[in-house]
């Protein structure tokens, strides 16, 4: 993961760097740092910690300088350390930053250790920088040096470089890791999102794999790995999106809890009318398309994946068409059998997760009808690399944690079970059904808020254990699986999800006084059979905290029924995530922890 971002400008650029670093910090937040160049002059500063770490000592020291390259970091390779912060140099005048990870870098450690280089860090980022030195000795111009550098690199890259006896000059080079090129006045940028340099750049060229930039504050050059000039689109990006805030909430993730309502009518909104779907709504020639998907792949990670896992029942429904579920990490790894007419499908908020995009890659290859994604950045990878697509128009998501990202991708994935019905001229009614439920949804989303005030009663009970059980049926389970998923990465608390069913299998054993179980029991046709699950985890001495309808018939003796709205067939899994992200949420601040920026994670994960 990590954010890079470089400057060059008639003005000094240190602030312009810290503020772009702290638009980044979803990318990774263990450590950070900067390289200033003024002349031949450089002013290195690595911190430990967040960037506000960085803009402390910034502030105290006060350098001056016109051009620079900085970077927030998640640890790959080496522990979070000022050492393993970037940037890194080699003989006192190359610098990189890098974002991506170097395969091959046990290799190059061994050559450059017998070329004499001294390696500080455990990175595999540092022998990038020695490399450039490395052939620039050779005679080679930075640029042709930083050419001659990616050919030994295997893996996934976006560097920055600053070589001190090039003034005012960055240099760049992309390969599946983001990377765009801001065009200002009088002063130019890079960035692996544009967030981070808006309000500054005008324009930009978003780079593509295999392409290199030369930039100072009045010229950018982008040229091919043989130094051939290329041409790549000015694109205008709307960076307007309102300043990041809170808003009045304590953290970023309570704030997108409670903006669902809205978020889910921004993701419906324009695209449907007098209870139908409306055509192409996931672009020019879909609706064409759709008619002919006979089996669909979707491939998504984390909060996504549970996203595709709870849509799955859709797609059967609506759509009779069979499903494949992958993690994305492991799609292209088992070398899938793709059948005819199967769509492809990837699930992403960012766009940009690694794994997701090595699955699409993977599958242009192969002969997918086309590929669609769902996302929730239009300016990201995934949507400008795939066939057709639709935004979940979720706004930006902060917390580190996906709330209303996987809520609106659900909206989203009930639009294209929808579009595809529509397509194949099945089910009128139970589309009108999924169409009426999805537009009733922001309302009984805002209702569900109203749990709180029982989630508080539970907190302070659930937060002193050690593990947690989360229990559904059907598609209940993907939402348990989310739960527990939400509740372990912000409390710390160990949580694991089951088919209630599963339980007697194994699990069970888990059970005692000090595990909280948590369970999904909407009205359903399962929901006989899971209470007599949950008879079975009273009958062990467990304490149940059960989210479900009154009239389910179980007397609890331990722990809480929770009431929820009635809710729809196809809104009801929406609606039953609200009180887990609550819990996981309420829990966690009773916790302490840093629940926006959690330990260990990132919100976008660009490495593989
Ligand atoms: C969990 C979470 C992650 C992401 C996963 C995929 O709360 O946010 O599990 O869902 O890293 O990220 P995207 O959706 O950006 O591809």
Known sequence: MCGIIG?????????????????????????????????????QLRTLGKVSNLEELMTKERPKANSGIAHTRWATHGVPSETNAHPHGSNGNIY?????IIENHDELRERLVNEGYEIQSQTDSELIAHLIHFNKEKGKTTLDALIETTKELDGAYSIAVIDTEEKGKIFAAKQKSPLLVGKGIEENFIASDPLAIAGLAESFYLLEDGDFAEITK?????????????????????????????????????????????????????????????????????SEAFKGVKRIQFVACGTSLHAAKTARKWFEELCET???????????????????????????????????????????????????????????TMARESDWKIFTNAGPEIGVASTKAFTTQLAALLLLACSISKSKNLNKDKRADAINDLLN???????????????????????DKKNALYLGRGVYFSIAQEGALKFKEITYIHAEAYPAGELKHGPLALVDEMTPVVALAPEDELVEKLLSNLEEVKSRGGTLYIFGNATSKIKIEKGKFMNMPKCGYYNAPIVYTIPLQILAYEVACSIGTDLDQPRNLAKSVTVE
Not at 21 to 37: C, F, I, P, Q, W
Not at 96 to 100: A, F, S
Not at 243 to 263: L, N, R, T, V, W
Request: proline residues 3%; glycine residues 8%; aromatic residues 8%.
């Open 7 to 43: 400057a060059t400008s008639s003005r000094g650029v240190g602030k312009i760097l810290v503020n772009g670093l702290k638009k980044m910090e979803y990318r990774g937040y263990d450590s950070a740092g900067l390289v200033l160049n003024q002349d031949e002059a450089v002013f």
């Open 322 to 380: 069979p499903c494949y579920i992958d993690f994305a990490s492991e799609y292209r790894y088992r070398n899938p059998l793709v059948e005819d007419d199967t769509l492809f499908v990837c699930i992403s908020q960012s766009g940009e997760t690694a794994d997701t995009m090595a699955a699409l890659n993977y599958a242009k290859d192969e002969k997918y009808l086309g590929i669609v994604t769902i996302c929730n950045v239009p300016t990201s």
């Open 96 to 100: 990189i930053v890098h974002n991506g």
């Open 218 to 286: 009045d010229e950018i050059k982008i040229v091919g790995s043989n130094g051939e000039a290329l041409s790549r689109e000015e694109t205008i990006i709307d960076t307007s999106v309102k300043e990041a805030s809170k808003d009045g909430y304590k953290h970023f993730m309570e704030k997108e809890i409670y903006e669902q309502p809205q978020a889910i009518t921004n993701a419906i909104e324009g695209r449907t009318a007098d209870g139908e779907v409306l055509d192409n709504i996931f672009g020019l020639g879909s």
């Open 441 to 463: 949804t922001p309302s009984l989303v805002k209702e569900s808020f109203g749990l709180k005030r029982h989630i508080d009663e539970i907190v302070e009970k659930i937060a």
